[in-house]
Structure formats: C-alpha cells, structure tokens
C-alpha cells in the first residue's frame, strides 16, 4: 500500500507594474501628454510635450528608466526657476571654456 500523490500547486507569478512613459507636463500642466523615450544606441534620453511642445534632453545609462528623466526634467526647471539666470550661467561657461584665444586669467 502506498500514499496517495498530493496534488502540485500551481505557480503563480506575480505580475511586475510596468513603470509610466507618459506623464504630466510641469510646464502647460496638461495631464498625460509628455512623452518619453530613450534611444539607448545613442544613449539619449528624450520627453517632449504633446500640447506645448516643451522639451527636454539628457544622456543615460543602462539604468535609466523613462521616470528618471523626467525627475530630472522636473529638477531642471526647479532650479532655472529659484534663478532665472540658470540657463545664461550656464551657456556662458561653456563658451569661456571652448574659446582657445582666452588667457584663463
């Protein structure tokens, strides 16, 4: 006489939430209508605003997810908020840093 074979459980996995690729747009404030891709021959990040057209731009890694840039994205405008002269600072740098004929004095 031998026991009777228990019946196997079925595995059931559990499903991973896919992570949002569209969001709201800080700038316009319309819901759901900034888009996110990520280019990852290049290793570009991009989102862009169906209705304003606002865009932004930033390189990634292997990590990087379609939230992490426009956290980013979010933070950018944070900062060229609290200073308005965010982005001249910025542009100025980088032509004083290119420009072979300075002294660096």
Known sequence: MGRRKKAQK??????VAKLAVVFNCPKCSYPKCCKCTIDKKSNVGNIECSICKAKFQMPTGIL???VDI???WIDELEKANANPDYEEEEH???DEENNPESDGY
């Open 64 to 66: 990087t997810e379609p």
């Open 70 to 72: 426009y956290a980013r």
């Open 92 to 94: 100025e740098e980088s």
């Open 10 to 15: 079925k595995v059931t996995k559990k499903e």
